[in-house]
């Protein structure tokens, strides 16, 4: 039986250049999606499944972030003084959720390049990756299911999706073979692949549940697509010597690190709520009939 999955990397280097001006000078993480920072309900998945260790792996300006998953006296103090109890219970379970740790990733190489600087840290045990770009608004039952599968089957799982074949090259792209209701094996990955030469149009999406031989894959493998060591790279090594399943799931991922999906997001998230859904519903709804109409 594989060991316990304890720790999630969370790669939080990049520049957010798909989102600037607004990530000029404040990580991209942390850009609200409804009330809450992106990266605020990676974490908050993570803890639902059953992790309750963070590794970020994080860059220069990345400092809000700690900041954020941790305790914060002065503010707590004024919460307290103003009798605003809720607000304080809610920053104080925050910094509580899981215990976070960081490590700088100095120089931007690539996710696998990010996720290697992990090794350390996890040593020799099973580990997920949560990209934070990718947010799972369906419940977070898809990473419960992938630590699941590996507790059953051992191997590492990769979660993915099916994609538009013309929208194939933005992502790591496998060649599945079924095993078992939404568990596929991977038996071959490529990263970025031209729809053309796609071995399927499933997409890897933001969530990995990996064995710590993928730090070994990762020290092997050479500089990948866009000059950078690829994460895909090293899975399509370590898949020769152990498995590597995929999970496929299909509701519920936005990629907040687009304007479009991060505002589809928000609106979907507000739509849920009983305290905004019915008030914005309404205000969608006129405004959809006014433009219309013009
Ligand atoms: C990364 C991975 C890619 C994966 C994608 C999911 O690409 O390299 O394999 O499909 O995340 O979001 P990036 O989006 O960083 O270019």
Redesign the pocket.
């Known amino acids: 039986m594989p060991a316990r999955v304890r720790t999630a990397v969370i790669p939080a280097a ?1 520049l957010g250049t798909r989102f600037l001006p607004a990530t000029k000078a404040q990580p991209k993480e942390m850009l609200a999606v409804l009330d809450k920072p992106a990266i605020q309900y990676v974490v908050e998945e993570a803890a639902a499944a059953g992790i309750d260790d963070v590794l970020l792996v994080t860059s220069r300006g990345k400092h809000a972030i700690e900041d954020h998953f941790d305790r914060m006296p002065e503010l707590e103090a004024v919460l307290e003084r103003k009798g605003k109890t809720e607000a304080l219970d809610q920053v104080v379970a925050l910094a509580e959720l899981v215990k976070v740790h960081s490590v700088r990733q100095a120089e931007a190489r ?3 390049h990010a996720v290697s600087m992990a090794a350390d840290h996890v040593g020799d045990a099973p580990f997920a990756v949560l ?1 934070p ?2 947010l799972m608004v369906d419940d977070s039952t898809l990473l419960r299911h992938m630590l699941a599968a590996h507790a059953e089957h051992g191997g590492s799982v990769v979660a993915l999706a099916e994609v538009p074949r013309q929208n194939i090259s ?4 496998p060649r599945v073979e079924e095993v078992d209701g939404s568990l596929v094996r991977i038996t071959e990955i490529v ?2 692949p031209a729809p053309d030469d796609a071995p399927s149009s499933l ?4 969530r990995y549940v990996l064995t710590p031989g993928v730090f070994e894959a990762l020290a092997r493998v050479e500089p990948g ?2 000059g ?1 060591i ?3 790279d090293a899975l399509e090594l370590l898949s020769e010597t152990e498995p590597v399943f995929g999970w496929v799931f299909s509701e519920g991922r936005y ?1 907040v ?1 687009t304007p479009l999906d991060h505002l589809r997001a928000s609106i979907a998230l507000a739509l849920d709520r009983p305290d905004l859904g019915p008030e914005l519903g309404a205000f969608l709804a006129d405004l959809v009939r006014r433009r219309d109409l013009r």
Do not use: P
């Open positions: 990049g690539g996710l696998g990209l770009d990718d933005a992502y790591g792209c990263e970025k997409a890897v999406t933001g697509q866009g950078e690829q994460l895909t990629d690190g």
